[in-house]
């Protein structure tokens, strides 16, 4: 069974920072791109940021460069997203979902702009007070 299980999200203040987690199991994680989305009330759902697990080259969205930082430790199968300098234009519901890796169609930032992943998480929130 695939699962891909969301934590550390909540409550921060503006300015501060929170690390979301993204523990996997059920697929091949070498295989895949982890990809971190959110989506506020009332907007479009947002890719911000995804990481190839075989070959690394992360990308993010312009809304959150220079903020967060997208990892994974592939001994446990999790991608991590560290969100510092957190904004309350920040708060939203964050998902993490998993697509094949396509080498063709990964550089350049194409995931971060597609939405048909293989997989996907529950969501969690996130919400940034001011």
């Known amino acids: 069974e695939v699962q891909l299980v969301e934590s550390g999200g909540g409550l921060v203040q503006a300015g501060g920072s929170l690390r979301l987690s993204c523990a996997t199991s059920?697929?091949?994680?070498?295989?895949?791109?982890i990809g971190w989305f959110r989506q506020a009330p009332g907007k479009a759902r947002e890719g911000i940021s995804c990481?190839?697990?075989?070959?690394?080259?992360?990308y993010y969205a312009d809304s959150v460069k220079g903020r967060f930082i997208i990892s994974s430790d592939n001994a446990k199968n999790t991608v991590y997203l560290q969100m510092n300098s957190l904004k309350p234009e920040d708060t939203a519901v964050y998902y993490c979902?998993?697509?094949?890796?396509?080498?063709?169609?990964?550089?350049?930032?194409?995931?971060?702009?597609?939405?048909?992943?293989?997989?996907w998480g529950q969501g969690i929130q996130v919400t940034v007070s001011s």
């Open positions: 059920g697929f091949t994680f070498e295989e895949y791109v």
């Open positions: 990481l190839s697990i075989s070959e690394g080259s992360p």
């Open positions: 979902a998993a697509g094949k890796m396509d080498s063709r169609i990964y550089y350049g930032g194409a995931y971060l702009k597609r939405f048909d992943y293989n997989y």
